[in-house]
Every structure is written in structure tokens, then in C-alpha cells.
């Protein structure tokens, strides 16, 4: 690397202290509400901890870690000083001040709105404020990828993008796109009602507007995991990635399937039409597309290590894998969470089984799955391999890294399974407490309580990821050049689609009008649509 170090390690650090402290928090929130611990007192104060919690895990962390590894990325794969470096200074720094200034309002209770902030709830303004700014400091960085990438490009005409900057532009663009909803939101609806300048407010269109950012948000916190998978997995496991052209498909249909999907989270909101509802719905099974893709590519690159390794017979190759392998035992992890949290996803999209579980602790079981589980694994992983390069550090403990892991991966599966399972029974998510004592919730006592114990594992884990990392022994030695994974045919001739990103960005925001256009169009329209808006919080 050249001269990101120290904003490389300011975005993690910042990112992976400000993610154990809510993890903490989440596991509090856990106990309270477990027949393991009287009824707080104040309900008030879980929902304090429930807008922490989602506000760093969805914000803060995934933001930091994108723009931390996206640096890192620019100047290994491309091999020249990042272009922008005070900028990019200005961006992190932006993305301090946002948070510090949500903390406060939310630590003071002003601003217990849950992260998906939904009206007609309104925060102090200095709540939205800050998030305005994470997501302008994130901006920040988007422009500075894709300035990078144009330098480069423009020096080294027709030649191929590395693959790992091609995915880490491709989630900057998603992000950028994406993040447009929220952000309409806030600046022409929640902050001038927060503000006082008006006291109604048009919640359907809000809601709306917060769905364009909603889901599509997990594709952005996903891009990082995939680029661990195509471009760290294979060199890692001492092997080559399978086809390097699936993986630039990959990204970019992400970058197409990721908007049109949101209103699935609005099935049963009166104020978006059923016609919408099944267009996203349809939607929405078509993401599966690239992650399934990935699953195929990342299989057959471990396949070919495994017969490389002595593998033989249709199963033979499993047994042959590096298993004592970090980054092994991560991705197959993962995978494995995965694969549990796309079924329950299949779940949430379907128009009519969707119903089932509406709201309750299925659809906090599936989520914590898929991002909690599969994604922090390999932000995660992520760490663990920058981390030499980054402090000049002698290799990390392999058997620490493993038990960290497998401790996330236990703690996960313990926590998720029985939300899963009460959320079948109709528990609902984000409620204070329960009483137990009630014959018809007695029987989730005892699932609350495994919940709570998955919940420990998971703090631990995350304070070794934390030990793991603070104490990683320095050397005096410079250590060896960082690189990514080779493919199995590296002279093979790039697609010139999947060099850039002019047909996907176009694809990307023409379906977004198209599925977006008319309920936004039509709510915007109506009237009667404006609710009075319910302060959080003393003013």
C-alpha cells in the first residue's frame, strides 16, 4: 500500500469498537426481555437501545468497513497512491461527526425512533442530521472509487479491472443509488417536520421512499463479503477462482436486482397498491440470481482445490479441503448461514406467506442471519488478512481466528434459530418485554432464554475478534506486497460490458423509475395522506 494505511485502520478501528459496543447492547436487549430478568423499567430506554444498536450495525459499521476496504482495494489492485487521499480524510471525518451527533440525541433519549425511523415517529433533528452526514461523508468515497478507477483506466487503456475494484465500484455505485431514498426522505419530509416547520407528514410516501433504500441497503453491506469470496477465498485456500468472468456478472447484476425489490417490505401497507406489491415480490426472487451464481463459482474453486489436494470421487474432494483454514472455515460458515437465511428470505418476498410473519422475530431472525452472520463473517475475514499489511504485523494466530469464528457462527445459529421458531408462533419483534406468566407465552420463555445465551456467544466472539486484532504482535521486517486471487484462465478476454458499468447503472436506474415512478408519483399526489407526526423524546 501507499499512503491509505492510517485511513484504512481509522475506518476499521472506528468501525469494529463502535460494532462491539452494539453488540453489547443487542445482548442486553436480549436479557431484559428473557425470563432471566424482571421487566425494565422503562421501556423506553430498550427502544434507545434498539435505535443504537440498528443505527451502527446498519450504518455505522457496514459503511466504514465498505470505505476502508474500498481504499485498501484502490491501491493494491490498481498499484498507484489513492487520488483523493484529503478527501478522503474529510469523508471519514464526516462519518465521525454523524455519529457522534446520532449517539448524543439517541444516548439522551431524543431520538428512539428504531433505525428504519419510520413516521410518523420524529427524532430531534439532530438525529437526522447526523445520518445526513455518514451518508455525505459516504458519498465522499463513492466519488473518489470511481475517480480512481477513471485515472486508472485512462492510463492503462483496454486493459481489465481487477475484479476486486470492479465489485468495490459496483457497491459504491449501489450505494450511491440506494442511499437517494433515504436521503429524499429526510431532507424533504422528516427534517422539516423535525425541525417544526410543519406538523403532518406524508408517512405512506416516507415509507416508500425509506423501501427504496431498504433493502437494496443489505446488497451494499453484502458487496464486501462477495469480494472476500471471489478475490481473497481461492489464493487463501491455495487455490485459483474458478471463472473470474461469473464474478463480474455477479456484481453487476447486483447492481441491477438490488433496487426494484423494497416494497416487499410494505406488504401490508394499505398505501401502496397491490400491483406494485407483486412486481417487487417477483423482483425480489430475482436477486437470488447472483448469489446463487456466487455459490456455484465459490463451490467449484474449492472443488478444484480439493482434487488438486487428492480429492477423488463425487464427495472425496470435501474431505481433502484445507479445513484448518480460516478463511475455509469462514466461507463455510457463512455459506451455511446463508443458506438458512435465503429460505426464510423466500418466506418474507412470497406476497402471501409473508403474512405468516409479518413483523415478528422470523423476519429478526432472518436478517441477523444473513447480515450478523454471513456478512460479518467475512468483514471479518477481511480484517484478518489486511491486518499485516496494514500494522506491519507478524502473521495472526490461526487457532485464536478459528475459535473466534466458530464461537460468531455457534452464537448465531443459537440466537436466530428460536426467533425463527416464536416467530412462526407469532412473537413480535421489537417489543420491551413479555410476560411469561401469560399460559399463551409461557412456552417462549424457555427460546428467549436460548436466544439470550447465543447472544453471549456472540459478545465474546466479538471481543476476541477485538484482542486478535489489538494485540497482533508487529514486525520489524516489511511485510510481503498484499495480493488478491488469480483466476484459473487469468488471459482470458474481458466482456467490454463487464469492464464497466454504463449498461448496469442504466439498468440500475431505469427499473428503479420503473418500479418506483408511480407509487411515488401517486403518494406524493395525495392529500389525505399526511398523518400528524408523534415526537420522540422532550423537545
Request: glycine share 8%; charged share 10%.
Amino acid at each position: 500500500m501507499y499512503n491509505a494505511r492510517k485511513l484504512v485502520l481509522a475506518h476499521f478501528w472506528v468501525a469494529f469498537v463502535a460494532f462491539f459496543a452494539a453488540i453489547v447492547l443487542g445482548e442486553w436487549q436480549m436479557y431484559i426481555r428473557s425470563p432471566l430478568h424482571a421487566w425494565v423499567n422503562n421501556p423506553e430506554h430498550y427502544y434507545r437501545s434498539v435505535t443504537a444498536h440498528g443505527t451502527v450495525m446498519g450504518y455505522v459499521l457496514p459503511t466504514l468497513v465498505a470505505m476502508g476496504f474500498g481504499y485498501a482495494i484502490t491501491e493494491i489492485t490498481l498499484k498507484r497512491p489513492l487520488i483523493g487521499l484529503r478527501w478522503a480524510w474529510i469523508g471519514f471525518w464526516l462519518v465521525i461527526s454523524g455519529t457522534l451527533m446520532a449517539a448524543a440525541t439517541t444516548a439522551s433519549g431524543k431520538s428512539s425512533v428504531l433505525y428504519t425511523f419510520y413516521p410518523p415517529m420524529i427524532a430531534s433533528p439532530f438525529y437526522y442530521l447526523g445520518i445526513v452526514l455518514v451518508v455525505v461523508g459516504s458519498w465522499i468515497w463513492v466519488a473518489l472509487m470511481s475517480i480512481n478507477l477513471r485515472a486508472w483506466k485512462k492510463a492503462n487503456p483496454g486493459e481489465t479491472v481487477p475484479l476486486a475494484m470492479y465489485g468495490n465500484v459496483a457497491g459504491a455505485y449501489l450505494w450511491a443509488w440506494t442511499s437517494v431514498g433515504a436521503a429524499s426522505e429526510i431532507l424533504i419530509l422528516v427534517l422539516p417536520a423535525s425541525l417544526g416547520l410543519t406538523d403532518t407528514i406524508n408517512a405512506g410516501l416516507a415509507r416508500v421512499l425509506f423501501s427504496w433504500t431498504l433493502h437494496a441497503i443489505v446488497y451494499f453491506w453484502l458487496m464486501p463479503a462477495y469480494i472476500v469470496f471471489y478475490t481473497m477465498f481461492p489464493r487463501a485456500i491455495g487455490g485459483r477462482l474458478y471463472s473470474d468472468t461469473m464474478g463480474r456478472v455477479a456484481f453487476a447484476l447486483f447492481l441491477v436486482f438490488s433496487m426494484p425489490i423494497g416494497i416487499h417490505h410494505l406488504f401490508a401497507d394499505p398505501q401502496v397498491g397491490s400491483g406494485f406489491k407483486f412486481v417487487h415480490a417477483a423482483m425480489t426472487a430475482m436477486v437470488s440470481i447472483p448469489t446463487l451464481l456466487t455459490v456455484f463459482t465459490i463451490v467449484a474453486t474449492a472443488e478444484v482445490v480439493g482434487r488438486l489436494r487428492g480429492g477423488i470421487g463425487p464427495f472425496g474432494w470435501v474431505k481433502s479441503l484445507p479445513w484448518s483454514n480460516p478463511m475455509m472455515l469462514a466461507v463455510t460458515y457463512a455459506f451455511i448461514m446463508l443458506g438458512f437465511g435465503g429460505a426464510g428470505g423466500l418466506i418474507n418476498m412470497s406476497y402471501q406467506l409473508n403474512e405468516t410473519i409479518h413483523n415478528t422475530q422470523w423476519v429478526t431472525g432472518h436478517f441477523h442471519l444473513i447480515f450478523a452472520g454471513a456478512i460479518v463473517s467475512m468483514y471479518f475475514m477481511a480484517a484478518y488478512e489486511l491486518w499485516p499489511q496494514l500494522r506491519n504485523s507478524a502473521p495472526l494466530s490461526v487457532s485464536l481466528i478459528r475459535t473466534q469464528l466458530t464461537l460468531w457462527f455457534v452464537g448465531m445459529m443459537v440466537l436466530t434459530m428460536p426467533w425463527h421458531l416464536v416467530g412462526l408462533l407469532g412473537a413480535p419483534r421489537r417489543m420491551a418485554y413479555y410476560d411469561y406468566t401469560n399460559p399463551a407465552l409461557h412456552p417462549q420463555a424457555i427460546t428467549v432464554t436460548i436466544s439470550t445465551i447465543g447472544g453471549l456467544l456472540l459478545v465474546i466472539s466479538a471481543a476476541l475478534f477485538l484482542y486478535i486484532l489489538a494485540f497482533a504482535k508487529k514486525q520489524a521486517a516489511p511485510v510481503s506486497p498484499f495480493l488478491f486471487s488469480k483466476a484459473v484462465h487469468p488471459h482470458t478476454k474481458t466482456p467490454r460490458a463487464l469492464n464497466g458499468f454504463g449498461l448496469w447503472v442504466a439498468m440500475m436506474i431505469a427499473l428503479t423509475v420503473v418500479n418506483y415512478g408511480y407509487p411515488i408519483a401517486q403518494l406524493a399526489a395525495t392529500p389525505n395522506a399526511y398523518v400528524p407526526v408523534i415526537p420522540i423524546g422532550e423537545r
